[in-house]
């Protein structure tokens, strides 16, 4: 089942303002990624990170891999209506168990922005 | 477009019957994975082949099976369909087995009635 817990569950917010959503496990992973899931569609890949402590970030979002491998933060900056959705982080390649490719997803976070 | 292909895209069947969804991975990936989510909930991992194999099982009930081709494309099979089995149905495909990003078809959404 489940083994990843992300925060908040939901947000509302007012365009432009920034968000911040965590990701935590009981479990370390080799890989956390990020993705953002509109409705009727696949979950589509925003950033990818592969080395502990890694900051990366693709346009207006910037996501670390924690020091641990047990957690991970996304951040948006300066939200537009179209960043509506659900984000989900993924972990990715637990050490030690063997099936390193398979991702576990947490619960997701609803952000819904407001003019 | 990520280059996932599933089809169909909606599915409305019985309790009981028997019906199978299809996945065309992305250009040169050869590993496929399949996902279930049920309403408002994440994506839970059902299995994954690789190059034709099975490569690692998730939560996938006895009634539900799967390939994957030599032509890499791969389908899922759900049998004696139960109300609890409605959800959409995910297939995802990546590169390597290992440590490559996993990319999303747009789903099959399955309606049991």
Redesign the interface.
């Known amino acids: 089942?489940?083994q990843l817990n992300q925060s908040p569950q939901s947000m509302f917010i007012q365009e432009g303002e920034d968000v911040s959503m965590n990701c935590t496990s009981s479990s370390i992973f080799?890989?956390w990624?990020w993705?953002k899931q509109d409705p009727?569609?696949?979950?589509?890949?925003l950033i990818?990170l592969?080395k502990a402590g890694e900051l990366t970030s693709n346009g207006r979002l910037t996501a670390q891999f924690g020091i641990t491998r047990k957690d991970s933060f996304l951040n948006i900056s300066a939200s537009i209506p179209s960043d509506v959705g659900i984000y989900?982080c993924a972990g990715?390649?637990r050490i030690n168990t063997g099936?390193?490719?398979?991702?576990?997803?947490?619960?997701?976070t609803r952000l819904q922005v407001t003019l | 477009d990520s280059g996932v292909t599933q089809t169909p895209k909606h599915l409305i069947t019985a309790t009981g019957q028997r019906v199978t969804l299809r996945c065309s991975p992305r250009s040169g990936d050869l590993s496929v994975y399949w996902y279930q989510q049920s309403l408002d909930q994440g994506l839970q991992f059902l299995i994954q082949y690789y190059n034709g194999e099975e490569r690692a099982k998730g939560n996938i009930l006895e009634r539900f099976s799967a390939q994957q081709f030599p032509d890499l494309h791969s389908e899922l099979n759900l049998s004696s369909l139960e109300l609890g089995d409605s959800a959409l149905y995910f297939c995802a495909s990546s590169v390597a087995v290992d440590n490559s990003p996993l990319h999303f078809g747009n789903g099959t959404r399955l309606t049991v009635t």
């Open positions: 089942g489940q080799n890989t990624l993705y009727g569609e696949g979950p589509v890949l990818a592969y989900f990715q390649g099936t390193a490719s398979k991702l576990t997803f947490g619960t997701g």
